[in-house]
C-alpha cells in the first residue's frame, strides 16, 4: 500500500532553519509529483511547493519563494523541503503529499488533485 511518512518538524525559533523529509513507499517514485502542503485551525489546506517526477520542475507558493527549497532523491523514494528564514506565520502542520503526472515534468498546486498523503508533522516558529 502507498504510504508517505513525513519527519523533521519542530519548534524553532523566527530566522532560524528546518528540513522537513518525506519516505514513500508502495508506489513507482519517479511517476509522481510530490509535494508539501500545510494547514492552520480552521483554514484550508494550502499549497507550499512541488516537485515533478524528474525533479526538472518546481513551483512554490508567494509567501515561500526565495526562502524554501523543495527537492528529491528518486533512489532514496525521498523528497525534502529546506525551510530557511522561518517566520511565525510558517507555523503550521506540514503535509507531503503525491500526485500521479507520469510525464516527470509536471507540478501542480491544488490540494484536491492529490489522494495520497503523509499524517502530518507539526512546525512552530516563535518570535
Known amino acids: 500500500q502507498v504510504q508517505l511518512v513525513e519527519s523533521g518538524g519542530g519548534l524553532v525559533q523566527a530566522g532560524d532553519s528546518l528540513r522537513l523529509s518525506c519516505a514513500a513507499s508502495?508506489?513507482?517514485?519517479?511517476?509522481?509529483?510530490m509535494g508539501w502542503f500545510r494547514q492552520t485551525p480552521g483554514k484550508e489546506r494550502e499549497f507550499v511547493a512541488t516537485i515533478s517526477g524528474r525533479g526538472s520542475s518546481t513551483d512554490y507558493a508567494d509567501s515561500v519563494k526565495g526562502r524554501f527549497t523543495i527537492s528529491r532523491d528518486n533512489a532514496k523514494n525521498t523528497v525534502y523541503l529546506q525551510m530557511n528564514s522561518l517566520k511565525p506565520e510558517d507555523t503550521a502542520v506540514y503535509y507531503c503529499a503525491a500526485a500521479f503526472l507520469p510525464g516527470g515534468s509536471s507540478t501542480w498546486t491544488n490540494p484536491r488533485a492529490s489522494n495520497v498523503w503523509g499524517q502530518g508533522t507539526q512546525v512552530t516558529v516563535s518570535s
Open positions: 508502495g508506489l513507482t517514485f519517479s511517476l509522481y509529483a
